[in-house]
C-alpha cells in the first residue's frame, strides 16, 4: 500500500478525486495551497509518481526548487519539506507552534538537512505546517570562496 491514496501510475489525481480522498481536509489542502501561494508566489505545481512505494503527490515548486511535498491520504494530507541544518537551527530558536517544534526536533536527520513530514488533520497541525514554511526559503549560508583565502595555501 503506498503513503499516498493514489497509487495508479497512469495518471495524477483529478480535483474531484483529490477532494473525495481528502474528505474533511480538503479544505484544510485548499487553505495551504492558497497560503503558499500568496505568500511565496511564484510558485508551480507539480504532481509526480514517486513509485509504488510512495504513489502520487504533489511539489510546490520555486523555479526547480522544491519548497513543499503534499501527499493525499484519506481524510488527511502529507506535509513534507526538507530543511538545511542552518535553517533548522534558526527555526528552533523562534516561537514556533508545539506541533511544528516537535516535528522538527523529531525529524530524521540527512545530508540535506531534516526531512519533517506532518500529517494535517486539524486546524493546529495545518499552522504547524505554515510555520515551517518560511525557514525552507531561508537562504543559503555563503560559502568560502577560494579566491578568498578561506583556504590554507602551501608553503
Same mark, same amino acid.
Given at each position: 500500500?503506498?503513503?499516498?491514496?493514489?497509487?495508479?501510475?497512469?495518471?495524477?489525481?483529478?480535483?474531484?478525486?483529490?477532494?473525495?480522498?481528502?474528505?474533511?481536509?480538503?479544505?484544510?489542502?485548499?487553505?495551504?495551497?492558497?497560503?503558499?501561494?500568496?505568500?511565496?508566489?511564484?510558485?508551480?505545481?507539480?504532481?509526480?509518481?514517486?513509485?509504488?512505494?510512495?504513489?502520487?503527490?504533489?511539489?510546490?515548486?520555486?523555479?526547480?526548487?522544491?519548497?513543499?511535498?503534499?501527499?493525499?491520504?484519506?481524510?488527511?494530507?502529507?506535509?513534507? /519539506?526538507?530543511?538545511?541544518?542552518? !535553517?533548522?537551527?534558526? %527555526?528552533?530558536? $523562534?516561537?514556533? #507552534?508545539?506541533?511544528? =517544534? @516537535? &516535528?522538527?526536533?523529531?525529524?530524521?536527520?540527512?545530508?540535506?538537512?531534516?526531512?519533517?513530514? /506532518?500529517?494535517?488533520?486539524?486546524? !493546529?497541525?495545518?499552522? %504547524?505546517?505554515? $510555520?515551517?514554511? #518560511?525557514?525552507?526559503? =531561508? @537562504? &543559503?549560508?555563503?560559502?568560502?570562496?577560494?579566491?578568498?583565502?578561506?583556504?590554507?595555501?602551501?608553503?
Amino acid at each position: 500500500m503506498a503513503l499516498s491514496a493514489f497509487e495508479d501510475p497512469a495518471q495524477p489525481p483529478s480535483p474531484r478525486e483529490l477532494r473525495d480522498a481528502l474528505g474533511s481536509s480538503a479544505d484544510r489542502w485548499a487553505a495551504l495551497l492558497q497560503h503558499v501561494h500568496s505568500a511565496y508566489a511564484p510558485l508551480s505545481e507539480l504532481w509526480r509518481h514517486a513509485g509504488a512505494k510512495f504513489g502520487w503527490s504533489l511539489r510546490l515548486l520555486q523555479k526547480e526548487r522544491v519548497i513543499l511535498y503534499l501527499t493525499p491520504q484519506h481524510g488527511a494530507f502529507l506535509v513534507g /519539506l526538507v530543511l538545511g541544518e542552518r !535553517a533548522a537551527q534558526i %527555526a528552533e530558536a $523562534a516561537a514556533l #507552534p508545539p506541533l511544528a =517544534l @516537535a &516535528a522538527l526536533t523529531a525529524a530524521p536527520k540527512y545530508a540535506e538537512g531534516r526531512g519533517i513530514r /506532518l500529517s494535517v488533520t486539524s486546524d !493546529a497541525e495545518l499552522e %504547524a505546517a505554515q $510555520a515551517l514554511i #518560511p525557514y525552507k526559503l =531561508l @537562504a &543559503a549560508a555563503p560559502r568560502a570562496s577560494r579566491k578568498s583565502g578561506a583556504r590554507p595555501r602551501r608553503a
